[in-house]
């Protein structure tokens, strides 16, 4: 009757275990710099983060009031984000010939530097919102809200696509955005972003000392 007990109960448990355990060893990036407080969950397990701290896919991350943490992924890519921003790594593999990224911004704004994933040929590295989809090739870009909408910019490297299932666009010109008012509403076209908006946007993710 014991033996029975152990097979049907403990073993199940060991298989639960294991699980959690593989989803837990699979670190993807390191925090490099945080202001304020942030935190990690996984597994309803939280872990409060500090330079140094590793980051696991499946993590998600949170920041708080007049935080801001940076994220130096095993690909090289960078993600900034803002105060009280959420942020889950869903999948991050640097494999070569099998890379592949894909995180979620649930709030909050993100500026972030891509790896060798989104430059590798057939690699794909995308950011997923409440309104868009936004893939990444060799990009620094920015996400987030402003006047109360979704928009998404380009600074540098080679494109941006952000698509839902009302439409697509690509940002292939330094300092241009679309706005997206909403899921399955299209992403507007391209439009030259101004300094003002520029410098507002940097700001949302922007520590409050320069870098050291």
């Not at 152990?6 to 989803?23: E, G, R, T």
């Not at 500090?50 to 896919?57: L, M, N, P, R």
């Not at 007049?66 to 984000?81: A, E, P, V, Y």
């Not at 090739?137 to 909408?149: K, L, S, Y």
């Amino acid at each position: 009757m014991i033996s029975r007990l152990v097979k049907y109960l403990f073993v199940p448990l060991l298989a639960i275990f294991l699980v959690a355990a593989k989803v837990d060893d699979h670190p993807v990036g390191k925090v490099a710099r945080i202001e304020g407080t942030a935190f990690a969950m996984q597994d309803a397990q939280p872990r409060v983060l500090a330079v140094g701290s590793t980051i696991f896919e499946n993590d998600v991350i949170s920041t708080g009031r007049k935080s801001r943490l940076r994220l130096t992924m095993i690909d090289k890519g960078s993600f900034t984000l803002g105060e009280q921003a959420m942020f889950i790594v869903l999948e991050y593999i640097a494999k070569a010939g099998q890379e592949n990224a894909t995180a979620r911004l649930l709030s909050g704004a993100v500026n972030l530097v891509s790896g060798t994933i989104a430059s590798a040929k057939g690699g794909s590295l995308r950011i997923e919102s409440e309104t868009a989809s936004i893939g990444i090739r060799g990009t620094m870009a920015w996400g987030g809200i402003i006047d109360e909408v979704s928009q998404v910019a380009y600074f540098k490297g080679k494109s941006v696509t952000v698509e839902n299932a009302g439409g697509k666009v690509e940002l292939t010109r330094a300092g241009y955005g679309t706005r997206i008012a909403g899921p399955g509403v299209a992403p507007s076209p391209p439009k030259k972003w101004g300094k003002g908006k520029i410098k507002r946007a940097a700001a949302m993710t922007a520590f409050s000392t320069p870098t050291p």
